[in-house]
């Protein structure tokens, strides 16, 4: 037999490797979770939704909904008496006594159509009184609003989560470090500042579907676009009272995320009908509109800016309040002004902190994790109050950041030191791209240019538990199959886990395989996809199962062959041995085993090797001080810089190039890397200069593309480019770090930044549309009609 | 409600269906086809994601009636590719790295299989200005732009 | 807004004619619940929103002419109700002829959507925003309409009544619309301001024709049209007889974009204010004005 190549070949790790997925998508053979058919059974639901933003239920008529022909099932609130939410349980699966926002389910139907159930959800009658609602998060806050949870002293409550019962507020996060009010007089400079950031929605293309069905023994089943199969499981189990494993979810490729499909939303109202309806699939897909306001949206935010430097240009202090329009329910949200509260300083190194984040509940839609969960909403104004102090020192705004940001060994806000970092790598390498300090021409009179930076900072963030597991198996092929309870979500964490397996047991990457789709019967448990965790969290998993399946191997064939272990290696699945040089192929022996030597009986047997991982090193944060020893896992930092036009006669931006740079510790495939450096880039881009839920009287003005406008392919900038910076994460697989959501955290305040050093004008908030440039250079006599 | 007979080719095999006047082309591929290459993200001619070519020009086909494509030849992302072959488009834009959660992938893929079609050799703006309909919230667009470009030179390099 | 959107095509029957008279029979019998349609662009959504409820759509595209365009160097152009924008725009004699029209087409939606619209279908929605009414007004087009009483011939300019209303009468089909000749020598543009680059509604629209005119005072004419700014496109006619009537040049353009954004009567909605939509008016009249102009100098 020939002899394979033994030396050490080319680790698929850092290899820009094609997407596991890409053939199947292009070919339109993906499926996604309304793809999949489930026969003439199939009901379809559709969702009874509340007209107003407060008010209570009087009563729910639907008998003449029941006796339309085709309906199979009507649910209401009385049906559910349960809670459910991840860190606060504050949500039914449809309103009981009162609906909270414009949108709220109050009754599902299930009809052998869509039309029919729009039929009956059109004959369903409900009476309401409508109450007083609350409509910003400051008024919300104060003791003069309105309740809209009187029993949020009775909810279940995650033990690192807040809320103060009486009042509107569902979750107040601390920090006093130090002794701001003593520290302000020495303050050279101060700068105090009032954002305001609007709700924005993730949009993903592909809009919520879930499909469900329970059958005679009560065993539940869904199908659905889901970033949180497990917490789904675990979640809407517990509510039905049911045990977690006769719940199962089954989830298909997801058409975009960003955070909305993550939790239990929508889902949990296809479950509802489906109990009434045993044996049949029922399916409930929102519409484009409803995706608008009643999926996840990003929250709300006033945020208060107060900070201060010494003569040397150090930051002394910082004091930040933001009060968070968390929406109808914040069961997700509460987390989210926790992660803000934590990370409330950016990237800087401040020695006096007082803050406090403040999570209202408000008549809006439901604010929940949304790609930088709470980060790019707060380093919106921070970046610019940073912009602010370093220009009101005289000093070069770069130069500013330089000597403020964090690096290996800096006291961070929580307490505890700053793990190794490439910010300040990060930084350089923006303003080298983006040409920094030297003033661009405009290309015409009637335009203004200007450069803008910005950095930022964003941990996972999750319960410190959060597992990750993972399952290595061979085939009769050789080939590799590797189960996973992560999502591909279009980040392409298939493609990173595929990797990361071929890497660690010894196969190309083209031989290995994914057990998809996600289904929480057979795949390994996995948290939730979400916080940029996977590549790290999944990733440590995914080495400590391949670690197994492969000492599996050389244990087996060291045995087989008389030899020592580690004289073995896997070399393109080829077990090699460097002293005897002999060689077999994984697939003669991975699933049948050997003929022991001598002939007599059979050694080894299918080989699966198994792997899980948890962080175990983190601690809670003191309730008082938000103080603590090791608030998170890591921080991903970066910095993002842009180099626009402002158009004197319109107002519009157009953005010339735009530069990114994060440090992702390894980029475990560059071009997944870089392609979610640019996508992050354009999404920020989208959410700076267009996007905003236009919401009055808790109606939201906008809900269709027509009118909530997202880049298209003519409104990407002319340049973009992304730098990988790589310092390593000590307890990542081969370094490596996320990258998902950082990409569009410092998006806002760069352009906000350019915007300003173009116009000389700051902005309350985005989005920088082309009208509100205009009136504000009308205002400030910059132009004249 | 009316039902329809209609003589229709998709993906070059001939169909006879009877659709209700109310059916949308899109519907017709996803439900009674079961082509579910063809997405729905908006049901209002916005997203583009239900994009597939009609008589050799893009529509999206939530905005046709089935009943109007009596006699109209279809061709969806499944039909893109030849027997053993993908598109150049399907190709390039594999290796440009333009695809992330796929979902506008399809509609992409058509459009820019229609936009070569009519003009072999496209500018990076008129790439742009034939995607507008087909929104993307992952990949930023760039590398479906590169992946246009690449095609056309494959193409160009095959004539 | 509506709380219940829906996610499919509520249920019509899809009528097809095979001729005019049949067509225009039906529709005169169903007043109330039947509505022609061309490519639906409109129609569908406002249907699916629950905003209009028909019970009968009545399919005019294979109707006898409807698909065709002819361009006649002596007469000028017609264009049938059911010719899509594409097919306008990728015409060589209306890219010749009519460059103004096929700017107007372009900046319509998407691609994939102009594959279905149709400029009578943007002229018959009425909306203050349609993006090719400008031209056609411009243009001097003509409606063909085809009513209970026969044929008959409309201008473009005088069909808008308000926000969706216009002229038309129980049984009227707008078969076509028709352009004569354009004036000797003219040039125009349509400048339109949407939110983002391009594929959105417009904010405000300007078009502007312009031709040199020796019986005009200032030996200039030009037709100015403002979309978005008036419960129907304006003929901003004050401005127009302004540039007749004084010599053009920076100062006098300036003017009458003033004029023009005067005449406008924009409201505050979620695309925009009224005080910044009047504002752009000028600012566009202005600009499109002296790109004319310049052009018609050459």
């Given at each position: 037999?020939?002899?394979?190549?033994?030396?050490?070949?080319?680790?698929?790790?850092?290899?820009?490797?094609?997407?596991?997925?890409?053939?199947?998508?292009v070919?339109?053979?993906?499926?996604?979770?309304?793809?999949?058919?489930?026969?003439?059974?199939?009901?379809?639901?559709?969702?009874?939704?509340?007209?107003?933003p407060?008010?209570?239920?009087?009563?729910?008529?639907?008998?003449?909904?029941?006796?339309?022909?085709?309906?199979?099932a009507i649910?209401?609130?009385?049906?559910?008496?349960g809670?459910?939410?991840?860190?606060?349980?504050?949500?039914?699966?449809f309103?009981?006594?009162?609906?909270?926002?414009?949108g709220?389910?109050?009754?599902?139907?299930?009809?052998?159509?869509e039309?029919?159930?729009?039929?009956?959800?059109?004959?369903?009658?409900?009476?309401?009184?409508?109450?007083?609602?609350?409509?910003?998060?400051?008024?919300?806050?104060?003791?003069?609003?309105?309740?809209?949870?009187?029993?949020?002293?009775?909810?279940?409550?995650a033990?690192?989560?807040?809320?103060?019962?009486?009042?509107?507020i569902?979750?107040?996060?601390?920090m006093?470090?130090?002794?701001?009010?003593?520290?302000?007089?020495?303050?050279?400079?101060?700068?105090?500042?009032?954002?305001?950031?609007?709700?924005?929605?993730?949009?993903?293309?592909?809009?919520?579907?879930?499909?469900?069905?329970?059958?005679?023994?009560?065993?539940v089943?869904?199908?659905?676009?889901?970033?949180?199969?497990?917490?789904?499981r675990?979640?809407i189990?517990e509510?039905?009272?049911?045990?977690?494993?006769?719940m199962?979810?089954?989830?298909?490729?997801?058409?975009?995320?960003?955070?909305?499909?993550?939790?239990?939303?929508?889902?949990?109202?296809?479950?509802?009908?489906?109990?009434?309806?045993?044996?049949?699939?029922?399916?409930?897909?929102?519409?484009?509109?409803?995706?608008?306001?009643?999926?996840?949206?990003?929250?709300?935010?006033?945020?208060?800016?107060?900070?201060?430097?010494?003569?040397?240009?150090k930051?002394?202090?910082?004091?930040n309040?933001?009060?968070?329009?968390?929406?109808?329910?914040?069961?997700y949200?509460?987390?989210?002004?926790?992660?803000?509260?934590?990370?409330?300083?950016?990237?800087?190194?401040?020695?006096?902190?007082?803050?406090d984040?403040?999570?209202?509940?408000?008549?809006?839609?439901?604010?929940?994790?949304?790609?930088?969960?709470?980060?790019?909403?707060?380093?919106?104004?921070?970046?610019?109050?940073?912009?602010?102090?370093?220009?009101?020192?005289?000093?070069?705004?770069?130069?500013?950041?330089?000597?403020?940001?964090?690096?290996?060994?800096?006291?961070?806000?929580t307490?505890?030191?700053?793990?190794?970092?490439?910010?300040s790598?990060?930084?350089?390498?923006?303003?080298?791209?983006?040409?920094?300090?030297?003033?661009?021409?405009?290309?015409?009179?009637?335009?203004?240019?200007?450069?803008?930076?910005?950095?930022?900072?964003?941990a996972?963030?999750?319960?410190?538990?959060a597992?990750s597991?993972?399952?290595?198996?061979?085939?009769e092929?050789?080939?590799?199959?590797?189960?996973?309870?992560?999502?591909?979500?279009?980040?392409?964490?298939?493609?990173?886990?595929?990797q990361?397996?071929?890497?660690?047991?010894?196969?190309?990457?083209?031989?290995?395989?994914?057990?998809?789709?996600?289904?929480?019967?057979?795949?390994?448990y996995?948290?939730q996809?979400?916080?940029?965790?996977?590549?790290?969290?999944?990733?440590?998993?995914?080495?400590?199962?391949?670690q197994?399946?492969?000492?599996?191997?050389?244990?087996?064939?060291?045995e087989?062959?008389?030899?020592?272990?580690?004289?073995?290696?896997?070399?393109n699945?080829?077990?090699?041995?460097?002293?005897?040089?002999?060689e077999?192929?994984?697939?003669?022996?991975?699933?049948?085993?050997?003929?022991?030597?001598?002939?007599?009986?059979?050694?080894?047997?299918?080989?699966?090797?198994?792997?899980?991982?948890?962080?175990?090193?983190?601690?809670?944060?003191?309730?008082e001080?938000?103080?603590?020893?090791h608030?998170?896992?890591?921080?991903?930092?970066?910095?993002?810089?842009?180099?626009?036009?402002?158009?004197?006669?319109?107002?519009?931006?157009?953005?010339?190039?735009?530069?990114?740079?994060?440090?992702?510790?390894?980029?475990?495939?560059?071009?997944?890397?870089?392609?979610?450096?640019?996508?992050?880039?354009?999404?920020?881009?989208?959410?700076?200069?267009?996007?905003?839920?236009?919401?009055?009287?808790?109606?939201?003005?906008?809900?269709?593309?027509?009118d909530?406008?997202?880049?298209?392919?003519?409104?990407?900038?002319?340049?973009?480019?992304?730098?990988?910076?790589?310092?390593?994460?000590e307890?990542?697989?081969?370094?490596?770090?996320?990258?998902?959501?950082?990409?569009?955290?410092?998006?806002?305040?760069?352009?906000?930044?350019?915007?300003?050093d173009?116009?000389?004008?700051?902005?309350?908030?985005?989005?920088?549309?082309?009208?509100?440039?205009?009136?504000?250079m009308?205002?400030?006599?910059?132009?004249?009609? | 409600?009316?039902?329809?007979?209609?003589?229709?080719?998709?993906?070059?095999?001939?169909?006879?269906?009877?659709?209700?006047?109310?059916m949308?082309l899109?519907?017709?591929l996803?439900?009674?086809?079961?082509?579910t290459?063809?997405?729905?993200?908006?049901?209002?001619?916005?997203?583009?994601?239900?994009?597939?070519?009609?008589?050799?020009?893009?529509?999206?086909?939530?905005?046709?009636?089935?009943?109007?494509?009596?006699?109209?030849?279809?061709?969806?992302?499944?039909?893109?590719?030849?027997?053993k072959?993908?598109?150049?488009?399907?190709?390039?834009?594999?290796?440009?790295?333009?695809?992330?959660?796929?979902?506008?992938?399809?509609?992409?893929?058509?459009?820019?299989?229609?936009?070569?079609?009519r003009n072999?050799?496209?500018?990076?703006?008129?790439?742009?200005?034939a995607?507008?309909?087909?929104?993307?919230?992952c990949?930023?667009?760039?590398?479906?732009?590169?992946?246009?470009k690449?095609?056309?030179?494959?193409?160009?390099?095959?004539v | 807004?509506?709380?219940?959107?829906?996610?499919?095509?509520?249920?019509?029957?899809?009528?097809?004619?095979?001729?005019l008279?049949?067509?225009?029979?039906?529709l005169?019998?169903?007043?109330?619940?039947?509505?022609?349609?061309?490519g639906?662009?409109?129609?569908?959504?406002?249907?699916?929103?629950?905003?209009?409820?028909?019970?009968?759509?009545?399919?005019?595209?294979?109707?006898?002419?409807?698909?065709?365009?002819?361009?006649?160097?002596?007469?000028?152009?017609?264009?049938?109700?059911?010719?899509?924008?594409n097919r306008?725009i990728?015409?060589?004699?209306?890219?010749e002829?009519?460059?103004?029209?096929?700017?107007?087409?372009r900046?319509?939606?998407?691609?994939?959507?102009r594959?279905?619209?149709?400029?009578?279908?943007?002229?018959?929605?009425?909306?203050?925003?349609?993006?090719?009414?400008?031209?056609?007004?411009?243009?001097?087009?003509?409606?063909?309409?085809?009513?209970?009483q026969?044929?008959?011939?409309?201008?473009?300019?005088?069909f808008?009544?308000?926000?969706?209303?216009?002229?038309?009468k129980a049984?009227?089909?707008?078969?076509?619309?028709?352009?004569?000749?354009?004036?000797?020598?003219?040039?125009?543009?349509?400048?339109?301001?949407?939110?983002?680059?391009?594929?959105?509604?417009?904010?405000v629209?300007?078009?502007?024709?312009?031709?040199?005119?020796?019986?005009?005072?200032?030996?200039?004419?030009?037709?100015?049209?403002?979309?978005?700014?008036?419960?129907?496109?304006?003929?901003?006619?004050?401005?127009?007889?302004?540039?007749?009537?004084?010599?053009?040049?920076y100062?006098?353009?300036r003017?009458?974009?003033?004029?023009?954004?005067?005449?406008?009567?924009?409201?505050?909605?979620?695309?925009?204010?009224?005080?910044?939509?009047?504002?752009?008016?000028?600012?566009?009249?202005?600009?499109?004005?002296?790109?004319?102009?310049?052009?018609?100098?050459?």
């Amino acid at each position: 037999m020939e002899k394979s190549n033994t030396q050490k070949v080319q680790s698929p790790v850092g290899e820009s490797k094609p997407r596991i997925d890409a053939f199947e998508k292009v070919c339109g053979a993906a499926l996604y979770a309304d793809d999949i058919q489930f026969g003439n059974k199939l009901l379809h639901a559709r969702i009874k939704r509340s007209p107003y933003p407060h008010a209570s239920i009087k009563k729910i008529d639907t008998s003449r909904a029941r006796a339309l022909p085709g309906v199979k099932a009507i649910v209401t609130g009385e049906d559910f008496p349960g809670f459910i939410g991840l860190y606060l349980k504050d949500r039914h699966f449809f309103c009981r006594d009162r609906v909270r926002y414009v949108g709220d389910p109050v009754a599902g139907v299930a009809a052998i159509s869509e039309e029919i159930a729009e039929k009956a959800v059109d004959l369903i009658e409900v009476e309401y009184e409508v109450l007083e609602p609350v409509l910003d998060p400051e008024y919300g806050a104060s003791p003069q609003a309105p309740l809209i949870h009187p029993d949020l002293h009775k909810y279940v409550v995650a033990n690192f989560i807040f809320p103060q019962p009486g009042s509107n507020i569902s979750n107040h996060f601390k920090m006093r470090k130090g002794n701001v009010e003593t520290v302000w007089k020495n303050c050279k400079a101060i700068i105090e500042r009032k954002y305001c950031i609007p709700h924005i929605q993730h949009v993903p293309i592909e809009p919520h579907v879930a499909i469900a069905k329970v059958d005679e023994s009560g065993e539940v089943t869904l199908w659905d676009s889901s970033q949180s199969p497990f917490a789904q499981r675990d979640l809407i189990a517990e509510t039905l009272g049911i045990t977690q494993s006769k719940m199962r979810v089954i989830a298909p490729l997801v058409g975009g995320g960003f955070g909305s499909k993550a939790g239990v939303s929508m889902e949990s109202l296809a479950v509802a009908i489906a109990t009434k309806v045993k044996g049949y699939p029922v399916k409930l897909r929102l519409t484009r509109e409803e995706e608008f306001y009643t999926a996840f949206v990003r929250q709300g935010l006033v945020a208060y800016f107060k900070m201060g430097c010494d003569e040397s240009g150090k930051i002394l202090a910082m004091e930040n309040t933001f009060y968070w329009d968390g929406g109808a329910y914040t069961e997700y949200g509460v987390n989210i002004t926790r992660a803000a509260g934590y990370s409330c300083t950016g990237p800087y190194e401040v020695p006096n902190v007082k803050a406090d984040s403040y999570c209202v509940y408000t008549n809006h839609p439901v604010g929940g994790p949304m790609r930088g969960f709470g980060m790019p909403e707060l380093h919106a104004g921070l970046e610019q109050c940073i912009d602010e102090l370093a220009l009101k020192m005289g000093m070069d705004t770069v130069e500013f950041r330089h000597r403020n940001c964090l690096k290996e060994g800096s006291i961070l806000p929580t307490g505890g030191k700053m793990h190794p970092t490439g910010l300040s790598e990060c930084l350089e390498k923006t303003a080298e791209a983006i040409d920094w300090g030297k003033k661009a021409l405009s290309s015409a009179p009637n335009k203004r240019r200007g450069k803008g930076i910005a950095l930022m900072w964003k941990a996972p963030a999750m319960p410190g538990n959060a597992g990750s597991s993972a399952l290595v198996e061979l085939a009769e092929d050789g080939m590799l199959t590797l189960g996973v309870g992560c999502q591909d979500i279009g980040q392409g964490a298939f493609t990173v886990a595929a990797q990361m397996a071929a890497a660690t047991f010894g196969v190309p990457y083209e031989s290995v395989r994914l057990a998809t789709p996600v289904d929480t019967r057979y795949s390994p448990y996995e948290w939730q996809t979400v916080a940029s965790r996977i590549t790290w969290s999944t990733g440590n998993a995914i080495i400590k199962a391949a670690q197994d399946a492969r000492k599996q191997v050389l244990d087996l064939i060291a045995e087989a062959w008389n030899e020592n272990p580690e004289d073995l290696d896997i070399v393109n699945g080829n077990v090699v041995s460097y002293k005897s040089e002999r060689e077999i192929h994984v697939k003669d022996f991975a699933v049948k085993g050997l003929p022991k030597p001598d002939g007599k009986g059979w050694m080894g047997g299918p080989i699966i090797g198994r792997g899980s991982f948890m962080p175990t090193d983190v601690t809670g944060l003191d309730a008082e001080t938000g103080q603590g020893e090791h608030a998170v896992v890591h921080f991903t930092t970066g910095a993002q810089a842009v180099d626009l036009e402002v158009d004197l006669n319109t107002g519009k931006v157009e953005i010339l190039k735009a530069v990114a740079a994060f440090d992702v510790g390894k980029a475990i495939n560059p071009d997944l890397v870089k392609a979610q450096m640019e996508g992050g880039l354009v999404q920020g881009i989208s959410s700076a200069l267009f996007e905003c839920l236009q919401l009055k009287d808790g109606y939201v003005q906008n809900p269709s593309f027509v009118d909530y406008r997202i880049a298209t392919s003519a409104d990407i900038p002319r340049s973009m480019q992304t730098i990988i910076v790589e310092v390593p994460q000590e307890d990542g697989p081969w370094g490596a770090r996320g990258i998902g959501e950082h990409s569009m955290v410092p998006t806002i305040p760069a352009i906000a930044n350019a915007i300003y050093d173009a116009i000389g004008i700051r902005f309350e908030g985005p989005p920088f549309t082309a009208e509100k440039i205009y009136l504000a250079m009308l205002e400030a006599g910059i132009i004249k009609e | 409600m009316a039902f329809h007979e209609i003589v229709v080719t998709v993906n070059r095999n001939r169909e006879q269906l009877a659709v209700p006047s109310n059916m949308t082309l899109m519907r017709m591929l996803r439900e009674v086809l079961a082509l579910t290459g063809t997405k729905n993200g908006c049901s209002a001619g916005e997203c583009g994601a239900c994009t597939v070519l009609m008589n050799g020009e893009p529509v999206n086909s939530c905005m046709v009636l089935a009943a109007e494509c009596d006699g109209a030849e279809i061709i969806t992302v499944e039909g893109l590719a030849g027997d053993k072959q993908l598109d150049p488009i399907q190709d390039a834009i594999i290796q440009a790295g333009g695809v992330q959660c796929g979902f506008c992938t399809p509609g992409v893929l058509i459009s820019s299989r229609a936009l070569l079609n009519r003009n072999p050799d496209p500018s990076e703006d008129e790439i742009k200005e034939a995607l507008v309909g087909n929104l993307c919230r992952c990949t930023g667009y760039a590398r479906i732009i590169e992946a246009v470009k690449e095609a056309a030179k494959i193409e160009k390099e095959k004539v | 807004m509506v709380t219940n959107t829906h996610p499919t095509l509520p249920e019509f029957d899809l009528i097809r004619p095979v001729t005019l008279a049949e067509a225009s029979e039906f529709l005169s019998q169903h007043t109330s619940n039947a509505r022609p349609f061309l490519g639906g662009t409109d129609i569908f959504v406002r249907m699916r929103d629950g905003y209009i409820k028909p019970q009968f759509l009545v399919d005019i595209k294979h109707l006898d002419g409807t698909n065709e365009m002819n361009f006649d160097p002596q007469k000028g152009l017609v264009i049938g109700a059911a010719v899509s924008m594409n097919r306008v725009i990728y015409s060589q004699d209306v890219g010749e002829n009519y460059p103004l029209l096929v700017e107007a087409c372009r900046s319509v939606a998407s691609y994939q959507l102009r594959s279905r619209a149709t400029i009578v279908g943007n002229i018959c929605n009425a909306s203050p925003a349609g993006d090719t009414i400008g031209a056609c007004m411009a243009l001097n087009g003509m409606l063909h309409i085809h009513g209970l009483q026969g044929s008959r011939l409309e201008p473009v300019d005088g069909f808008f009544l308000g926000p969706g209303k216009t002229t038309l009468k129980a049984g009227d089909i707008v078969t076509g619309i028709s352009f004569p000749l354009p004036p000797q020598g003219c040039a125009g543009t349509y400048l339109k301001l949407g939110r983002n680059k391009l594929g959105d509604l417009s904010l405000v629209g300007v078009t502007v024709l312009g031709n040199n005119d020796t019986r005009k005072q200032s030996e200039f004419h030009f037709r100015i049209i403002l979309t978005s700014v008036a419960p129907i496109p304006l003929r901003a006619k004050d401005a127009e007889t302004y540039l007749s009537t004084h010599e053009v040049n920076y100062e006098t353009i300036r003017q009458a974009a003033c004029i023009a954004s005067e005449m406008s009567t924009p409201i505050d909605d979620v695309r925009g204010s009224a005080r910044y939509r009047k504002s752009m008016v000028k600012y566009l009249t202005e600009t499109a004005i002296t790109a004319v102009w310049k052009k018609l100098q050459k």
